[in-house]
Each structure stands twice: as C-alpha cells, then as structure tokens.
C-alpha cells in the first residue's frame, strides 16, 4: 500500500514553531497561573448550587475577586471604630483560616484539572541537534548537522482504549560538499483495547468520577466553614462587647461602692457608725477596685485577640461600636418559628456536611463495583503500526504504509493469583459497611446538634427573661436598702451586698443577651437555613 502524507508538513512546521515560540518564552509563568486559575474557577463555579450559599468571598488572595466580593482594605478604618458588619467583612476578606480553606477550595479543584487531563488527548514533541566534525574513513575531513524531532499524542476512551500514535522526522546535512543529505520521517501508532477486566465505562472513569466528586465535597464544606466561621465571627465580637460592658459595670460599681464608703465613714467620723462597718466597706472598696482593673485587662486581651482574627496588628488602636450591644437590648429577644420536629426535618434536607456523608456510600458502591472487577480475568487486544518510513531520502511528506510493520494479538492474564485482588475487594466491602454506619452516626450527630441548638435557644431565652427580672429586683434592692440603712433599720453589709449582686445581674443580664443571640445564629446554622451574604453578614 502507497499513500502520500502530506500532513507531516504540517505537523513539522507546527513543531518548529511551537519550540521558537518556547524558546522566546512565549508562555511565561504568569500565563500558566492565569491559565490554571481560569480553569480551577469554571469548575468551582459549575458545580457551585444556589442551595450552597451565595458565591462570594471564594476566590484566593491572587486572583481578581468575583464580581459580588465586598472590597475591603486589610487595615483598620481611620476613625478607629469597627462595626459588626464591617468587622465580619474585614474577616471574610483577610482572616488567615479563612483564606487557608479557599485555598483548600482551590486545590481540590485543581487536582480534578490533572486527572481530567488524564482522559484528555495528550501531546508531546521533543527535538534534538547535533553537530559533529572529523574524517571519514577515506581521510577526507568533514561536518555534519543533523537532528530529529518527534510529535506524538497519547488518549485514553472512555471504554478503556489506550491509543497512542508519534511521527519522526530525521535530517542528515553535510556542509563540506558531500552531496549526501537525507531527511525521513516514520510513523507509528498503537491500539490498546481491554475486553475484560479493566473495561467499561465506570470502571475506567472511576478515577475522573471520584475526583469530580471530591471538588463538590470540598465546595458543600467550604460553604459550609463558611457558616460556621461567620457565627464565630460574631460570637467573638460579641463577646468582646460583653466584656466591655463588664468594665462599664465594674467602673460603675466601684463609683458606688466609694460614695457608699465615703458616707459611711462621714457618719462614723460624727458618731452615727461604728468604725468596723466603715473597714468593711473600705476592704469592698478595694475588691471592686481590682475586680475592675482586671476586667480592663481582661477586655484588652479580648480585643487583641479578635484583632488577630480580622488580620490586623494587635497595636492597632482600635474600638467596637458599643451601639450593636445597644441595638440588641432594644430588639429584645424573639424566637424563630420552628418546632422541635420541623427544625429536625429541615438540618437532615439542609446540612452540607450530612449531603457529603450520604454521597460518600455512593462511592464506597462504586469502589466495590470496580475492586470486583479486579477479580476477573485480563484480555486486551492490541494492534499496532511500527516503522511507516517516507519515500527516498529526501521527501519526508510521503508515507509508504505497505512497508511498514502492522501487528494484531491479544494479551491474556488469567485468574490465577488474586490474593491481592481478593484482598482488596473484602476490603471495600467493610468500607461500605462502615461509611454506612458513618452516615447514620452522622444523622444521629445532625439530630443531636439541632435538639441541642433548640433547647439552648429555648433555655437562653428563659434566662433572658429571668435575668431582666433580676436586674429590676437588685436596682430595687439597692435603692431600699441605701434608704433603710439612712433610717438605721439596715445594715452596711446589706448595702454592700445589694450592690454585688447588682453587678452580677447587670454582667449576667448581657451574657444572657449575647447567648440568646448566638444561639439563635446556632440554630440557623445547625439546621442549614443561614446564609451568608456578599458582606460577609447572615440572612436567613
């Protein structure tokens, strides 16, 4: 058989130019990093549900910010004062945990790039000159420049056929005026097809599939870190706001208990207290006196340490707006409108993390389907074309098929030894067995943390309203007693006394305000419903 190949020229010219082009540094570092980026995001992007979340504040520190990212600057604001949502969307955008799990994100999506590269028709060239002088047998001095290239493409089907197919081009030039110069081209290609073991479909996707299925993984969890990390955000800011109305509380109580000392110890001076009562009130004087200076420090290392959180250096000179404490305790408290059994129903449809659990036996099934495979007789039929040369020595664009070497056979392995095999296979048989049972302890766990979530909302809400009661009682409490002590009928302990615990339920009062608000963030959380928005704040 005769055929002209022309194509070869083709291909040698493209070679040609693609080694110049590489050569010049046509594809820079910058271009890969943009190439893989692009790539990374289309996936992220089309496997990215509306039920996830919005798509914000996912992309990494180096790649321009999708179009709905809140641009923020990683410094603190001129005026010093921070606000809850500025502050969560200070977290979003620079927190170093969270910019490690949209790195994480980044990854995963990334290996999934090289294994379906894998399946993907795969090229390769490679060039090599050389220049040689010396003398030939008959003495006569001479120079030669010669080189060979070869452009070849390897894929796998998706049946498991491995093709694979390469052309060489080689050139022989003397320049001493030896009229000898040659230049040839050969082809080759080979055909790998399992008819056994090692085919179909599923069984040789298995590898692509898992790792399409790991990007979603990571996406559900990332958005899903992305709930928790928000209410902790706002837990922790909270928390810091708490501890800055305890020094409010402690400056406050230590301004009463030094005016109640100072009146004592006028009486005491004039004859109308026993000097014993004003030392019992000089010694709480000095324990309000360090239980607000330990609040203050106390405070300060709070606020240092949510500094780290929002990426910024802990001498910044920074506060937290006291009015997000003040907007609570004029909302008051509200419950969400759920029952026990609908808050449950709504975490087992919602949870991210239960949707992972419950896909994973997918493919604990799919592994056991593939190692059952494994046991099974190996039969690939191989074909395959060596050594197509071009015709004569100098026209490297015509084939000549009928003087090449054409092979057909098959390749067997019989079922012999398939200890490992077998192994495995029991193998993936227990791991369905306990990714099962992983699936319902998590079930379980998703159960538990929403009856949890639901009684701590429930029970932050009665302390709530105990609390409130009990501030009303001890402001009572301190003003009868101040009275009743000037009339004589009480004693400076009983002073001293109603105004501890009224500190205590001014402190308690505000605990139990920010544990109603961070139970309810942990309730919506815990049953799948909150959301985070572009700002880096919630929605339900």
């Keep these: ?42 996936i992220i992007d089309s496997k990215w549900r509306d039920s996830f979340g919005q798509k914000t504040n996912y992309t990494i520190s180096d790649v321009p910010p999708s179009p709905n990212d809140i641009r923020i ?5 001129s005026s010093g004062h921070i606000g809850l949502a500025k502050a969560v969307a200070m977290a979003t955008a620079h927190n170093r945990d969270y910019q490690k799990q949209k790195e994480e994100l980044y990854l995963m999506a990334l290996d999934l ?100 299925r790991n990007a979603l993984y990571q996406i559900r969890s ?20 708490q501890q800055r109305d305890r020094v409010t509380n402690a400056e406050n ?35 309000a006196r360090d239980n607000y200076v330990r609040a203050q420090q106390e405070y300060k290392h709070k606020l240092d340490k949510f500094k780290i959180r929002l990426s910024l250096p802990t001498d910044d000179e920074v506060e937290l707006d006291q009015n997000e404490l003040k907007a609570l305790e004029k909302l008051g408290i ?71 070497t054409y092979s057909l056979g098959f390749e067997a392995d019989l079922p012999l030894d398939r200890k490992a095999e077998r192994n495995a296979y029991r193998k993936t048989l227990i791991e369905l067995e306990q990714t099962q049972r992983e699936y319902d302890n998590k ?4 159960k538990l943390d929403v009856r949890h979530a639901y009684r701590q909302l429930a029970e932050a809400a009665e302390r709530y309203h105990i609390q409130k009661n009990s501030l009303d009682l001890a402001q009572k ?28 339920a001014q402190n308690n009062l505000t605990g139990a305000l920010v544990d109603h608000v961070v139970a309810k963030l942990n309730f919506f959380q815990d049953i799948g419903v909150l959301q985070v928005r572009p700002d880096g704040m919630w929605q339900q």
């Design 443 to 446: 079930q379980d766990e998703v």
């Design 477 to 504: 409490r301190v003003a009868s007693t101040a009275l009743l002590l000037d009339a004589g009928r009480a004693r400076t302990r009983d002073l001293l006394e109603s105004q501890d615990a009224l500190l205590r």
């Design 222 to 241: 990332f958005n899903r870190y992305r709930r928790t990390f928000v209410v902790s955000i706002v837990t922790d800011y909270y928390g810091v706001l």
């Design 1 to 42: 058989m005769f055929c002209k190949f022309r194509l070869i020229t083709l291909f040698t010219v493209a070679l040609y130019a693609a080694v110049i082009f590489g050569m010049a540094g046509a594809c820079s570092p910058e271009h890969y990093k943009d190439q893989a980026d692009e790539e990374v995001y289309k």
């Design 113 to 212: 790039t090289a294994v379906r590269h894998e399946y993907a028709r795969r090229w390769f060239g490679t060039i090599d000159a050389g220049y040689t002088r010396g003398v030939d047998t008959g003495g006569n001095d001479y120079e030669k420049i010669s080189y060979d290239t070869d452009l070849s493409f390897s894929q796998l089907l998706a049946d498991g056929a491995q093709i694979s197919a390469s052309i060489g081009l080689d050139w022989v030039r003397f320049l001493t005026g030896d009229p000898r110069t040659s230049l040839a081209s050969v082809l080759s290609a080979t055909v790998t097809q399992p008819l056994l073991r090692g085919s179909g479909r599923k069984i040789v996707r298995e590898r692509l599939t898992q790792a399409e």
């Design 334 to 404: 509200s419950q969400p409108d759920y029952t026990l059994h609908t808050a449950i129903e709504t975490g087992l449809l919602r949870r991210l993390d239960l949707a992972n659990r419950m896909d994973e036996i997918d493919d604990a099934v799919r592994r056991v389907m593939v190692a059952a495979d494994g046991l099974g007789a190996q039969l690939d039929l191989t074909g395959g074309i060596t050594g197509v040369p071009s015709k004569g020595k100098t026209d490297y664009g015509k084939l000549q098929f009928h003087r090449g």
């Design 73 to 77: 600057e990683k410094a603190a604001p």
């Design 253 to 287: 109580n230590y301004k009463r208990v030094a005016e109640s000392k100072e009146r004592l110890e006028a009486e005491a001076d004039a004859g109308r207290k026993p000097r014993f009562e004003v030392d019992q009130a000089e010694q709480k004087v000095l324990a």
